[in-house]
Structures are given as structure tokens and as C-alpha cells.
């Protein structure tokens, strides 16, 4: 057989003729069987803020508090109210006082698990402390107890420090260490607390930086005045602290930061 007869011998594919069996990856619609599986992302995408929008304000606790937990009302009047604050003439600055709307902020973030609020509130502490002509090399935080770290999954003292040296341009440094726990402050009066916190902080060596040290709460500045003297024996140079909120004189014996 020739090689001409053997080719014209070769039985010719059948052309279907119809329909096109759709390919797997799409349904008869058309649409890919992607398309769920993106929606699914989507939608995963948009929960947080879905979640947020059912969360009330820390603030008011009656507007939906967004992924902030502020509703926008309360974050314009307290960026507003913190603006209007004369520069402070001592060496620690706060936001308000630890009553009203300051301490239920204080409570969201430390105990409600609203850790975004660090993100608003560090830098407001930030712009106190430029207010105030402040130029700090460092920022510090005074850690809390592990314990207390592990129970909330966070150091709220720290998230506040980050967003506050992300504001001012200077580098955050876990610089103090808790070497010991302390038990609850609560109750206890300035000496009683001195007493408490003597040797609970170590802090690796500063070479003279001028350092900014941030807390939640100041109320009888005992622990701040502890952590102050670690950083001191530690070679650092002026050292000024800013906190979120600090309690009145009066009531200076029913609480603490921890």
C-alpha cells in the first residue's frame, strides 16, 4: 500500500456538533467554580468590620464603635478636647482624668479586649508630649506582669508605646523588664506601693537617651516613680512619662494601673 493510499485510508475525526460540555472549572452559568470561593473571601474580608459595626463606642457605648471601638462622633470630641489641653508643666503628661469617659477607654483596652484603641490613644499621648517641647531618643513602656500579659494576649502598655513612637519619629525599645511580680496596688497608699514595687524593674543599659516612659494609668505615681529609678541605674538621661489618664488627688487610694 502506498504511502498516498494509507493516508487517504485514515478514518477522518468526528466533529461534534452542539453543546460544549462547559470545563470544570465553570458551572452552567458560566460562572467559575471560583466564584464561590472568592465571595467566601470577600465575606471574610468584610467580618471584621461587620463585627465592629456591632460592637458599641468604649465612648458613648451607644453608636456602633467601628474596628476602632470610637464611634466617630466621640473620637472627633476627644481629639478636640485633647487639642484644647494647656501644655503640661510637669514631667508627666495625661490625656483625662480616670473617671467618665477616660476610664471606661482605659477598661476597653485593658480589659475588654480593644486593642485597636492603642491606635487612637497613642497618638494623642504623642501630641501632649510635643506640646509639652519634648524630644525623646526612646520610647519605654512599663510592662506588666506575664501573667497579666498572658491572661489579656497583649501588654496594652506597649501597644500604646508603639503607636506613641510611631507618632513622635522615635524608636520603641522594650528597654524594662519585670523581675518580679507585684501584687494588686489597689488600696494601698504612696509608701505602701513604693514599698511593693522596690526592685520589680530592671532596664538594659540607655547611654544618657532622654526617654519617654507611657502607661495606661498614673494614680499615685508609684509604679512610674519605680520604673523611673531602673531606668536611671541604667544610665538613662531625662526621663518623662505620659499616661492616659490620672486619678484626682481624692482618689488616689482606691486604684491603681494594675
Not at 458613648?60 to 489641653?85: D, H, K, N, W, Y
Not at 490625656?95 to 477607654?105: D, E, I, Q, S, T
Not at 494588686?184 to 514595687?197: E, T
Not at 520589680?200 to 494609668?217: E, K, P, Q
Request: aromatic share 4%; hydrophobic share 45%; proline share 7%.
Amino acid at each position: 500500500m502506498t504511502s498516498q493510499r494509507a493516508r487517504s485510508s485514515r478514518v477522518a475525526p468526528v466533529q461534534r456538533v452542539g453543546p460544549r460540555t462547559p470545563p470544570a472549572d465553570q458551572d452552567s452559568a458560566g460562572l467559575g467554580s471560583r466564584a464561590p470561593h472568592a465571595w467566601h473571601a470577600h465575606a471574610l474580608r468584610l467580618l471584621p468590620t461587620l463585627l465592629a459595626n456591632l460592637t458599641p463606642c468604649s465612648a458613648c457605648q451607644e453608636r456602633p464603635g467601628g474596628l476602632v471601638g470610637l464611634c466617630p462622633a466621640c473620637m472627633a470630641a476627644i481629639t478636640s478636647a485633647v487639642g484644647g489641653l494647656a501644655p503640661a508643666a510637669t514631667e508627666t503628661v495625661w490625656l483625662g482624668p480616670y473617671a467618665g469617659v477616660w476610664r471606661r477607654l482605659v477598661h476597653a483596652l485593658k480589659y475588654g479586649g480593644a486593642r485597636n484603641l492603642a491606635g487612637f490613644l497613642g497618638p494623642l499621648l504623642a501630641e501632649r508630649v510635643a506640646a509639652a517641647g519634648w524630644t525623646p531618643q526612646l520610647v519605654v513602656h512599663v510592662p506588666t506582669t506575664d501573667s497579666r500579659r498572658l491572661g489579656r494576649g497583649y501588654d496594652q502598655a506597649e501597644l500604646l508605646a508603639v503607636a506613641a513612637a510611631l507618632a513622635l519619629g522615635a524608636p520603641h525599645t522594650p528597654a524594662l523588664e519585670r523581675v518580679r511580680a507585684t501584687n494588686k496596688l489597689a488600696g494601698l497608699g504612696r509608701a505602701a506601693r513604693g514599698a511593693a514595687l522596690v526592685g520589680a524593674f530592671r532596664s538594659r543599659h540607655l547611654a544618657g537617651r532622654r526617654v519617654l516612659l507611657i502607661d495606661d494609668v498614673m494614680t499615685t505615681g508609684a509604679t512610674l516613680d519605680a520604673a523611673r529609678e531602673a531606668l536611671a541605674a541604667a544610665g538613662a538621661g531625662p526621663v518623662m512619662s505620659a499616661v492616659v489618664a490620672r486619678t484626682a488627688p481624692p482618689l488616689e487610694r482606691s486604684e491603681d494601673h494594675e
